[in-house]
């Protein structure tokens, strides 16, 4: 008998270790790579075989059998299993919780318990949440044959249906029969009569199939040859290597990446593309889908499971050469990968928050260094660690310096907002920006307005005692949304009413204080000709709301669009020649040190979205420091003057890309005991960083979000160049496995 070992694809943070089962003889044709079906402790779990685990076993007697294998054929093959050991090794993760992610959805199997008559738990039965669509088809069989060629004058139905039958190259589905006018009793009959067979095969779902455009091919500036012919190479030599393509905002590094896509697929190879947001995909599908049809497939997280496992599948097979997708179709099962494309790739959303703490950059140059293919980094604003990257020749740096159009960069206004209030204007809209939406607004003209905080009203205080009313199980401030006129924490989504009185007090002045996106929405409607429509997450909820908000405001039938930082990326309209960002300089009193660098990536990629068709564009920063250097330089779209200030000052402080930091999280119900924890592991990790020069750990110290669910969060951070070191220490060490102690490394939120 076999012998394998299995990772438990259970939610349970310490499962470090795998679990040795034996292989009955009918299952013994799996190995690595196999999903599986196996008892463990008291229920009943689904497993990946991640190896042999020999015959020289103590007591192999003793050891639980494999009761089902899932599939027909192994989920991950050797490039998988290879990506999913160095991301549970590279991010201190269960190896299983690493393999999950390679798996359409949270987890592929549903638990249905099973209780006995005296109310105990027997056992758990297990369903695959991953549903394959299937519809009938019909072949005419030889009985079929026989009996049309005899004819029968009182069955002109089945006739006529044994004739169409007859004359098909295939089978024929159940739609396309309907469409001969043949009913389904008829085929019921025909069934039946064994004059034809019934089958059923699988349907690949498409949410978009007819997301299509008229072709639009455009002669290369010699900037873009140069990059298109740089990488191209790389392509056909089967080569990795990292381009770092750094262009202005509308330098059509889009043409770009099409002009790649094709050289990878006349390679006969697949390509990746990933966006940051799922606003931009309807968008790049288009052009996408214009220029090679049906050959696309798109994932992103407004997918149900089974459709994902579709377009994995499509992907498995090679039935479709491109993905495009957000972060997690970079665990896609590509059989022959030739490229990678990261559009965007500064964004944070490339950076799973919860456990497993990857980023999809990370994770795409680790598998196309496997592949050995080349991977494009596209960004008007690279991250500081990329363009370190490109700046010390680890990577090819490409640039496009212009617009292919000519048009120069919007003209930017900054606007002290200080100077606003001095002189009464206590609008969220500052006057220049008004006149400029009005003005907009009847030359038939559109804007984009940016507001990074959704909701109605950041906090509601009493105006007497100054208690703000907070959400109960996490330590934030709740949010005031009118629509349904109730306060919600964005953090638990609990939801309460607006309370009479102060909870403090008792008093009765409570009053809205902050703007959020609605607030902002409604003092822009009520400007004078102005249509405006709201995209943020509260407005983006259904499956495919992102689109409809951007095709309603991209044909004219609204001409200013409000929202979160989804509105600043990507989105290319022609007749957009306004941009206004409201508290443009709020990003930039974040306690962190990527701050300045979120800021100006923001206000730059923002201030992009005007002047990209034939009329200039104009942009509105209002802000409260208008001396701040940040916003100077984003005002100036001098990426590489920021840059080059960014690393002066990082390396001054040794910080990334010079160092890199490592966060612990302890989360606990108890406060006290949190704290503890923590204490005992900043102890433990400043005894491994008293022998490494310029290592440093910090804590422990309360999240800038103390408590979330219940739960308190206090956190230890290392920073050392050296950062192996502790990773390792805390591998081998008993912290690992405490339930209530997570890791984060190469953090994008340190606090």
């Given at each position: ?577 306004l941009v206004g960002v409201l508290s443009a300089d709020s990003a930039l009193n974040m306690p962190d040190f990527r701050a300045s660098e979120r800021a100006f990536s923001l206000l730059t990629q923002a201030a992009g979205r005007a002047g990209r068709g034939d009329k200039p564009g104009h942009v509105i920063l209002q802000v409260y420091d208008a001396d701040n250097r940040t916003v100077q330089l984003a005002a100036a779209q001098d990426y590489d003057t ?110």
């Open positions: 008998m076999r012998y394998i070992n299995v990772a438990i694809n259970l939610p349970v943070k310490n499962l470090f270790r795998q679990f040795t089962y034996a292989l009955p003889p009918q299952f013994d044709y799996i190995g690595a790579g196999w999903r599986v079906i196996v008892p463990f402790a008291r229920q009943t779990a689904e497993g990946f075989v991640v190896g042999e685990a020999g015959t020289d076993l103590p007591q192999p007697e003793n050891y639980k059998e494999v009761q089902a294998v899932i599939g027909a054929e192994p989920w991950f093959d050797d490039e998988m299993l290879e990506a999913a050991r160095w991301l549970a090794g590279y991010y201190m993760c269960p190896l299983a919780e690493a393999m999950r992610l390679f798996i359409p959805g949270k987890s592929s199997i549903k638990r249905h318990a099973v209780y006995g008559d005296d109310g105990k738990l027997l056992y758990y039965e297990l369903e695959n949440r991953l549903k394959e669509k299937t519809q009938s088809c019909y072949a005419i069989t030889d009985s079929g044959r026989q009996a049309l060629a005899a004819g029968n004058n009182r069955a002109k139905a089945q006739m006529a249906a044994l004739e169409i039958l007859n004359g098909a190259a295939r089978e024929l589905t159940t739609k396309e029969l309907e469409a001969e006018e043949i009913s389904a009793a008829v085929l019921r009959t025909l069934v039946q009569k064994d004059w034809c067979s019934r089958s059923e095969q699988r349907v690949l779902r498409d949410s978009y199939a007819a997301k299509s455009s008229v072709k639009q091919s455009f002669n290369l500036t010699d900037e873009q040859q140069n990059a298109v012919d740089a990488v191209s190479k790389a392509i056909r030599e089967k080569r990795q290597e990292t381009f770092l393509l750094q262009g202005v905002t509308g330098s059509g590094k889009t043409e770009v990446y099409l002009n790649l896509t094709a050289a990878a697929l006349a390679e006969g190879r697949q390509v990746l593309v990933l966006v940051p947001e799922i606003a931009l995909t309807a968008q790049i599908v288009k052009r996408y889908q214009s220029w090679f049809k049906g050959n696309i497939a798109v994932v992103h997280s407004k997918l149900s499971a089974s459709e994902r496992a579709d377009v994995f599948y499509k992907i498995r097979t090679g039935e479709a050469q491109i993905l495009i997708g957000v972060r997690s179709a970079v665990f896609a099962p590509f059989s022959n990968l030739g490229l990678v494309i990261i559009d965007e790739e500064h964004d944070q959303s490339y950076k799973q928050e919860e456990r497993p703490c990857y980023h999809a950059r990370e994770v795409a140059l680790h598998r196309a260094a496997y592949f050995g293919v080349p991977v494009v980094l596209g960004s008007a604003t690279p991250s500081i660690e990329s363009y370190y990257d490109a700046i010390m020749k680890r990577y090819t740096h490409l640039r496009l310096t212009g617009r292919p159009n000519g048009q120069p960069l919007p003209k930017v206004q900054i606007v002290d907002m200080r100077k606003e209030l001095q002189e009464k204007n206590f609008s969220v809209l500052s006057r220049a920006l008004q006149q400029e939406l009005v003005r907009t607004a009847a030359a038939g003209e559109q804007a984009i307005v940016l507001l990074n905080r959704r909701g109605y009203s950041t906090f509601v205080m009493c105006r007497d005692c100054g208690e703000t009313i907070t959400c109960p199980h996490c330590a934030v401030a709740l949010v005031y949304h009118e629509a349904g006129k109730a306060m919600r924490c964005h953090y638990c989504g609990n939801t309460m009413p607006i309370p009479d009185e102060c909870p403090k007090c008792h008093s009765k002045r409570i009053k809205f204080f902050g703007t959020g996106t609605q607030k902002a929405q409604e003092q822009i409607a009520a400007l004078p000709e102005v249509k405006v429509l709201r995209m943020d997450q509260d407005s983006t909820l259904r499956k495919f709301a992102h689109e409809e908000i951007l095709s309603a405001f991209g044909s004219g039938k609204y001409n200013v669009l409000i929202g979160t930082q989804m509105v600043a990326k990507g989105h290319d309209i022609p007749n957009v020649t920021f840059a080059q200030e960014e690393l002066e000052r990082r390396r001054e402080l040794n910080y990334p890309p010079y160092a890199a930091f490592l966060k612990i999280t302890v989360w606990d119900k108890d406060e006290a005991r949190a704290n503890a924890t923590a204490q005992e592991l900043a102890d433990f990790l400043q005894s491994v960083a008293k022998d490494r020069d310029g290592a440093e750990v910090y804590g422990p110290f309360a999240g800038i979000i103390g408590k979330v669910r219940d739960l308190y969060r206090v956190n230890v951070l290392v920073k050392s160049a050296e950062i192996g070191v502790f990773k390792q220490a805390l591998w081998d060490s008993s912290y690992r496995d405490m339930k209530n102690v997570y890791f984060d490394v190469d953090p994008f939120n340190v606090l």
